[in-house]
Every structure is written in C-alpha cells, then in structure tokens.
C-alpha cells in the first residue's frame, strides 16, 4: 500500500474538513456510517477493487482470444449459448453464495452479458475486431433485462 493510500486511512482534522468541503457532506459524527468510512475512502477502495477488475477481465480477454484462435482453427462457432448459460449459472450462484448479498442474479448476469458481448467481439475474424478497436458493435445486441430478483 503507498504512502498516498495510507494517508487516506489516517486522515487528520484538515483532511475531514477538507473532505466534508468538497463532498457537501455535514460534520465528521454525522457522516460516519458505523465503520468511520467517507466518501473519500469508499472511493479509493473502488479505485482498488477496478485495479484488480480491469486486470481479471484482461486476463479473461486474453483466455477468450485463445479460444477464439482455437474456434477459428476448428470453423466453430463463436456464440456458444449453452457455455454462457454455465457462466451466468456460475456467477448468480457466487453472487448469492455472499453475505451480505449485494448483486442480485439479474444484476450480475446483466454486467456478465456485457462482458460477454466484448468477448464474442474478441473472437471475431481480424478483419472485424483487432485489439485496440471500438468494439461495441458486439454479435449479439445488448439488451438488458428488468431489474428484478
Ligand atoms: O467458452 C467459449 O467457447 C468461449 O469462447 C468463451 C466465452 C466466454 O467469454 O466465457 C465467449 C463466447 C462464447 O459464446 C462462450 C463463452
């Protein structure tokens, strides 16, 4: 953990009202929800968890383009809904495996079906999808469905 991080978690009486300046946010007691968290360092553990988000989803990006080489190779298909099914089975069981439950089962397979758009897009012919390139022309449109559990 760096220096700047650690200050965020040792913050002084000038940073909480430096802090409750720019969020608009009432005295010190007041916005404390139980833990002593405030915006500030709600926002720096987001920025953390995306660290290791974005790298995971590079990750899988990567795992999706050798596969895509392997379907490429083999004239299969790319869309291949009964392996997304899997995966949208295996990410509502995890979401609602935690405590306290956070993401609903539509919630979690809405972000996974985005995501799994991008990937589709990775394992289109290169002509279609190279790295680098906008790729939110996805095969399958993105419909998301209604927010209910
Ligand atoms: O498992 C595959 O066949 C993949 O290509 C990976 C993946 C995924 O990203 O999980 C991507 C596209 C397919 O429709 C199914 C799953």
Known sequence: MNTARNFYHRPTETTFA???????????????AGDGMEIADWRNKIDELD????????ERAAAAIEIGKLKAQAASPVYEPKREQVVY????????????ESLSGTQIQDIYERIMDVMRSLQKPADTAQAGEDKR?????????????
């Open 89 to 100: 089975d295996r990410a509502r069981a995890k979401a609602a495996s935690r405590q306290p």
């Open 18 to 32: 430096r802090r409750r300046a720019r969020h608009h946010i009432g005295s010190r007691e007041g916005s404390e």
């Open 137 to 149: 022309h996805p095969q399958q449109p993105y419909i998301p469905r209604q927010n209910q559990r």
């Open 51 to 58: 660290e290791q988000i974005v790298a995971l989803l590079c």
